[in-house]
């Protein structure tokens, strides 16, 4: 079920060196990219921070896109917050080619009882959301440790299912290898077959 209660700004890097230690094709990051929005598109709204190149595919699926000004993970998180300046507001990473819908929004409805909170990526190591109740600034620290970064800077761990596609996100061949083909969203596995990299059977 789609949730009007939040807003949920996903950061897109959105050029050709992107996931470029795993990438087979100039077109799988872009794949991996549009399946996540797509997905979260289903449970919430969704603004779109990436290159003026990349920004087409976006718009062309329904996101509300802005043009990323350059920097870093953060720094686009923050500009897409900078334009979503009220109301309760997530931010999602976008290599989550497994995420389904009815995980975000179940995510999203549980954030609802936090000030700020987060969902750590499979390892426990990094984070792939986090959210902030309307009033309540963010203060994104993606990149290494941000699992811990994020909890010093007052984030509440939500309880996600280890399973779920919103903690998978994917930095490398054995990660995609690691989820199950049927999971993965349509373009990402399209891709995946083409360069015959499917070889791990749906558990």
């Known amino acids: 079920m789609r949730t009007t209660d939040w807003v949920v700004v996903i950061p897109v890097k959105g050029t050709p060196q992107a996931k470029s230690r795993m990438d087979p094709s100039p077109g799988l990051a872009l794949a991996i990219a549009l399946d996540t929005v797509e997905a979260a598109l289903a449970a919430a709204d969704v603004l779109v921070v990436t290159s003026a190149s990349a920004a087409e595919s976006f718009e062309d699926i329904g996101a509300r896109v802005v043009i990323d000004e350059g920097g870093g993970l953060n720094d686009a998180a923050s500009h897409g917050l900078a334009v979503e300046n009220d109301g309760n507001r997530a931010v999602l990473l976008g290599d989550l080619p497994a995420l389904q819908p009815d995980e975000l929004t179940e995510a999203l409805e549980m954030a609802l009882r936090f000030p700020r909170a987060f ?16 009033g309540v600034a963010h203060r994104p620290a993606f990149g290494t440790g941000s699992r811990a970064a994020h909890q010093d800077r007052g984030y509440v761990e939500l309880d996600v299912n280890p399973q779920s596609g919103l903690r998978r996100d994917v930095d490398t061949r054995t990660h995609l290898r690691e989820i199950p083909p ?16 499917l070889v791990v059977q749906p558990r």
Do not use: C, F, N
């Open 119 to 134: 969902v750590p990526d499979t390892e426990r190591q990094g984070t792939s959301l986090i959210t902030a109740r309307t």
């Open 182 to 197: 049927a999971r993965l969203g349509s373009r990402t596995r399209r891709i995946l077959e083409e360069y015959a990299l």
